[in-house]
């Protein structure tokens, strides 16, 4: 069976059973969530053994695995036993830290929020683990690391030692050390004679306490903001994406496309600017951007008219033109008021290998093989129910919503969010059926109706072979289940290496296998 990201052609695989595996920040019936407790971002590191979320309070919150441990020995060995492990993916709080706090602009009298848009993992280094965090201007680059406590162990005056006259017995010697220092400014032994010489005399020395200061075994975890990087974006930074060289990274905003590199916050370069000389001429902005996962020349970044560029950092400092461009020709007489909105690309993935992107827009999936510049391999309908909705979605900027979307580790599926705290998971193989719908609770299979696709030809399929999947009854979901546009599923994440999906309802992190 080939992998989504292989050389070959995307086999199909059966369709997963998903069963429940952990909450976190559960809520109770009734409870009122608090803004600031809204999670409003979630990644796995490359290794998939640590989890962070980041919400709307500006916090940064970490998970890390612990069933690998508890089995004893590494996953490797595990795989090479003769056992299959029945263990799923658990994960239990780590740590929480302040990433962002709310600030003002006073040269734009405008507000920034603290709310967290993007996390990404960086290259870990001596048990130390390392991320970057933004919210709508600002960078920060965090170390995450055990530290062991420092504790007061002992007092070290004896007052039993004490003698009458005030005069100090054996217990006070930390004061005589028999060392000498000169030039330096320190003190030598004549100082310290002279020093004691005068404690000596002194009736209130029995009050002294010197506390001992001992390292102990105890160890916490303390987070440190190592870098920030800020004043660089005009407009709302929407993505972050780490490059593979481990050095340098991207932030893209609506306009304008920068390069860092991790150890120098006071300078970027501006890598892309799709800002008119008129603002007035302004039809399309950036809307995601990530680097190519092994190669560091190469990054694509999606627009709000659904085309997805691809480009190549050799050919020029400013990279104006694009080494390709994707994109799926509109068919002619279905234009709307609604076109260009719906069209709008939220967020784009690469799959592990690279060859193949994701793309989020609000009514499907697709997927594009960058050597396949005529169209999607696969569209998705995601949403295809809410067409007759269009015009309420727009009145109630439903139609806004920025969902994200991500691959599984072997390219074999794809997943992403929509209302009522459900979300899509499907598979990516032409010949594959798999369209399941899973609800973010303790019961995922709720709302489960196995859709069959129905392959429908587009105007592209003779030349991209394209597979429509998953379309429902317009108006309700598969079931026939009213939405609700309150409840909205944007942001998950799939484990790297397994079937496992993280998943944000609210302030709740749900967590799911197969």
């Given at each position: 069976?080939?992998?989504?990201?292989?050389?070959?052609?995307?086999?199909?695989?059966?369709?997963?059973?998903?069963?429940?595996?952990?909450?976190?920040?559960?809520?109770?019936?009734?409870?009122?969530?608090?803004?600031?407790?809204?999670?409003?971002?979630?990644?796995?590191?490359?290794?998939?053994?640590?989890?962070?979320?980041?919400?709307?309070?500006?916090?940064?919150?970490?998970?890390?695995?612990?069933?690998?441990?508890?089995?004893?020995?590494?996953?490797?060995?595990?795989?090479?036993?003769?056992?299959?492990?029945?263990?799923?993916?658990?994960?239990?709080?780590?740590?929480?830290?302040?990433?962002?706090?709310?600030?003002?602009?006073?040269?734009?009298?405008?507000?920034?929020?603290?709310?967290?848009?993007?996390?990404?993992?960086?290259?870990?280094?001596?048990g130390a683990l390392?991320?970057?965090?933004?919210?709508?201007?600002?960078?920060?680059?965090?170390?995450?690391?055990?530290?062991?406590?420092?504790?007061?162990?002992?007092?070290?005056?004896?007052?039993?030692?004490?003698?009458?006259?005030?005069?100090?017995?054996?217990?006070?010697?930390?004061?005589?050390?028999?060392?000498?220092?000169?030039?330096?400014?320190?003190?030598?032994?004549?100082?310290?004679?002279?020093?004691?010489?005068d404690f000596s005399?002194?009736?209130?020395?029995?009050?002294?306490?010197?506390?001992?200061?001992?390292?102990?075994?105890?160890?916490?975890?303390?987070?440190?903001?190592?870098?920030?990087?800020?004043?660089?974006?005009?407009?709302?930074?929407?993505?972050?994406?780490?490059?593979?060289?481990?050095?340098?990274?991207?932030?893209?905003?609506?306009?304008?496309?920068?390069?860092?590199?991790?150890?120098?916050?006071?300078?970027?370069?501006?890598?892309?600017?799709?800002?008119?000389?008129?603002?007035?001429?302004?039809?399309?902005?950036?809307?995601?951007?990530?680097?190519?996962?092994?190669?560091?020349?190469?990054?694509?970044?999606?627009?709000?008219?659904?085309?997805?560029?691809?480009?190549?950092?050799?050919?020029?400092?400013?990279?104006?033109?694009?080494?390709?461009?994707?994109?799926?020709?509109?068919?002619?007489?279905?234009?709307?008021?609604?076109?260009?909105?719906?069209?709008?690309?939220?967020?784009?993935?690469?799959?592990?290998?690279?060859?193949?992107?994701?793309?989020?827009?609000?009514?499907?999936?697709?997927?594009?093989?960058?050597?396949?510049?005529?169209?999607?391999?696969?569209?998705?309908?995601?949403?295809?129910?809410?067409?007759?909705?269009?015009?309420?979605?727009?009145?109630?900027?439903?139609?806004?919503?920025?969902?994200?979307?991500?691959?599984?580790?072997?390219?074999?599926?794809?997943?992403?969010?929509?209302?009522?705290n459900l979300f899509?998971?499907?598979?990516?193989?032409?010949?594959?059926?798999?369209?399941?719908?899973?609800?973010?609770?303790?019961?995922?299979?709720?709302?489960?109706?196995?859709?069959?696709?129905?392959?429908?030809?587009?105007?592209?399929?003779?030349?991209?072979?394209?597979?429509?999947?998953?379309?429902?009854?317009?108006?309700?979901?598969?079931?026939?289940?009213?939405?609700?546009?309150?409840?909205?599923?944007?942001?998950?994440?799939?484990?790297?290496?397994?079937?496992?999906?993280?998943?944000?309802?609210?302030?709740?992190?749900?967590?799911?296998?197969?």
């Amino acid at each position: 069976m080939t992998g989504g990201d292989g050389d070959g052609d995307v086999t199909a695989a059966p369709p997963l059973d998903w069963k429940f595996s952990q909450v976190f920040g559960e809520r109770t019936a009734g409870e009122e969530v608090q803004e600031v407790d809204i999670i409003s971002a979630i990644e796995f590191d490359k290794s998939g053994d640590h989890l962070a979320t980041g919400d709307r309070g500006g916090r940064v919150v970490l998970f890390e695995r612990t069933d690998a441990r508890e089995h004893g020995g590494s996953r490797k060995d595990l795989e090479k036993a003769d056992y299959p492990s029945s263990r799923h993916p658990e994960f239990r709080y780590k740590t929480e830290f302040q990433s962002h706090e709310p600030e003002f602009d006073y040269l734009k009298s405008l507000e920034i929020e603290e709310k967290i848009n993007k996390i990404r993992w960086c290259q870990t280094a001596n048990g130390a683990l390392f991320l970057l965090s933004t919210n709508d201007k600002t960078i920060k680059y965090w170390k995450v690391q055990e530290k062991k406590v420092k504790k007061i162990a002992e007092i070290n005056l004896d007052t039993s030692k004490a003698v009458g006259n005030g005069s100090i017995g054996n217990s006070s010697v930390s004061l005589s050390h028999k060392s000498s220092h000169t030039a330096n400014g320190e003190c030598t032994d004549n100082t310290y004679a002279s020093l004691n010489k005068d404690f000596s005399s002194l009736g209130a020395l029995q009050s002294l306490r010197l506390p001992v200061v001992v390292t102990s075994n105890e160890t916490s975890l303390v987070a440190r903001c190592r870098r920030v990087y800020a004043h660089a974006h005009d407009y709302h930074i929407n993505s972050i994406s780490n490059n593979s060289d481990g050095e340098t990274f991207i932030s893209a905003d609506d306009l304008r496309i920068n390069l860092w590199n991790l150890e120098i916050s006071n300078q970027s370069f501006n890598i892309v600017d799709v800002k008119p000389a008129n603002m007035e001429d302004l039809t399309e902005v950036i809307t995601s951007a990530e680097f190519h996962p092994t190669h560091c020349n190469t990054l694509a970044y999606s627009s709000s008219k659904g085309s997805i560029r691809l480009i190549d950092l050799r050919q020029s400092a400013l990279c104006d033109r694009h080494s390709k461009l994707f994109e799926e020709q509109e068919s002619p007489g279905s234009r709307s008021f609604f076109t260009e909105i719906i069209a709008s690309i939220s967020d784009i993935k690469f799959g592990r290998e690279g060859r193949y992107i994701l793309s989020r827009d609000y009514m499907t999936l697709k997927l594009w093989d960058i050597n396949m510049d005529s169209g999607p391999v696969s569209t998705f309908q995601v949403h295809e129910y809410l067409r007759p909705k269009l015009c309420d979605l727009y009145e109630n900027d439903s139609i806004f919503d920025k969902f994200e979307c991500c691959l599984s580790g072997d390219g074999q599926r794809v997943a992403t969010g929509s209302y009522s705290n459900l979300f899509r998971v499907f598979g990516s193989g032409p010949s594959s059926s798999e369209a399941t719908t899973l609800e973010a609770s303790k019961n995922p299979m709720r709302r489960q109706v196995q859709t069959p696709s129905r392959p429908s030809r587009s105007l592209s399929s003779s030349i991209t072979r394209v597979v429509r999947r998953g379309g429902e009854s317009p108006g309700n979901d598969a079931n026939g289940n009213s939405f609700d546009f309150s409840t909205k599923l944007l942001h998950l994440a799939w484990h790297p290496t397994e079937n496992s999906i993280a998943c944000a309802a609210a302030n709740s992190l749900y967590m799911y296998y197969a």
